[in-house]
């Protein structure tokens, strides 16, 4: 800008100095000062081409140190950055200073997408400092990546599997460096590293969504509730907030509850026996007023909270639930922290619940004929969500046909609270075949004639093939979930799923 200021304006006044006797030292008394400014203006630019190549080189040459912003982009103690790793995007990383230590972290989180760069941090015991995603409340250590949970004696613990892939970082030279760490070949938030995090909001202003690339940001236009609902919505599997539209029908026109932060429901009916000492199912009729509850068969799951302890369920409906109701399936343990406060309600008393969250990939079912389903106890809620969606539709606009569920129970005083639903709904879809196999992992009773022990190969083999238009799905427990995947899977000793027909649901 200054340069070409300068090239119009002098000949104007060498015209005027020399053709029209203007006085000459007007003309060096303007010239000269813009000359120097000129000067300056080449001086700092210089400089900071040096420095750009000082860093270049250094990130080249310095062992995979990538530079990825300016040390000012950490005011906040938050900085998002994409670090290059040869793909298009490069990899989304939050880097977080905390109590005066930099840590570089994959910045969605690896269960089912959430955002992890204005997430809070907490002192767990034992694990110290952990990001606590702001979607499902899982714990993730800062150090190692590790989630950490609670056990049923409400111990901390861990299973020491990295979940969340952690790198190095430093700041140097008034820039910050990411050096990518891939020393384990897969780590689960690989599924999420290359795709935009959702939005959040947090603290300073500062949110998910905006990205730092040496120094700048991007302002979302929307709302930040609204993009978190928008982000909901989809199926986390395929990060919704990055998907394309596929091939899943729309919705009805009767939208479901979005709700980033918890509301009230009044529990409409109770039904199931309570027991003191020992665990039991509840069933909760929940009333949502004012809107519909419909969840469309997408798997999705909501979160109960009571002070500072939440858990999730996943809410399903059957053909005797009106439009503004959902059902919840609670399994109470003497020692749990939430579900003795669930199971204590009674009819007339709230909840406070916030979602639904999660659910499948978008057109995860899309043209499946065969929908095979391996459940651990309440988390065949899932699959009876799905089902249900399919109550009031025409048979010509599915195309499953045919669900093979394997569901494993404690005892088999578990079997009527967890197969009732199951039942229910299956006489709503008389073009549908439902083949039920039921594994007893406790003490079975003396005339039980069916399986026993826990999921394993050889029960899986045979009754999931991994075959043309067939897809899978599981839930239960952490412990059971990680097993059935391996068992599931393509590696030595698996059944042979390739990963993207089978979905787990945590």
Known sequence: MLFGTIVITFPVFVYFSFLHSFPFHLFFSFFAPVCILLLLELRKKTLSQKKEKKRNKMSENDDGWKDVCAAKALSGNRALVSVPDGTDTGRYVAVIRHRTKLHAIDATCYHMGGPLLMADIEEVPGFGSCVVCPWHRYQITLEKGLKVFQSMDGQYTSTGQCKQRVHEVKINDDRVLVKLNMSEENVTSDDYAHKKPAPAQGSGGLRSGMLMSGGSQGRPRNSVNQMIANSMRGGDGAAPWSCSSSSTPKPPSAPPVIMSSYQFFRISEISGSSHPTEPFHLTLKIKVTGASFSLYG????????????????????????????????????????????????????????????????????????????????????????????????????????????????????????????????????????????????????SDWTGLTGRVRYELLKDRFPPLEKTKIIYCGSDAFNETVKTLLGCSDGGVGYQDDAMFGFC
Do not use: W
């Open 298 to 445: 997408l798997g999705k799951h909501v979160e109960i909270q009571k002070g500072d302890i939440s858990r999730f369920y996943t809410p399903f409906t059957t053909p005797s639930c009106s439009h503004d109701e959902c059902l919840l399936l609670v399994r109470s343990y003497p020692k749990g922290r939430l579900s003795p406060y669930i199971c204590s309600l009674k009819v007339g008393d709230r909840l406070a619940i916030r979602g639904p969250l999660g659910g499948l990939p978008r057109g995860f079912l899309d043209g499946v004929t065969t929908l095979n389903a391996v459940c651990g106890g309440t988390g065949v809620t899932p699959l009876l969500q799905i089902l249900a969606s399919y109550v009031s539709k025409k048979p010509d606009t599915y195309t499953i046909r045919v669900v093979n569920v394997l569901l494993s129970v404690s005892s088999a005083s578990d079997i009527p609270a967890l197969t009732g639903p199951l039942k229910t709904i299956q006489l709503g879809l008389p073009f549908m075949k439902i083949n039920l196999d039921i594994t007893i992992t406790g003490e079975p009773p």
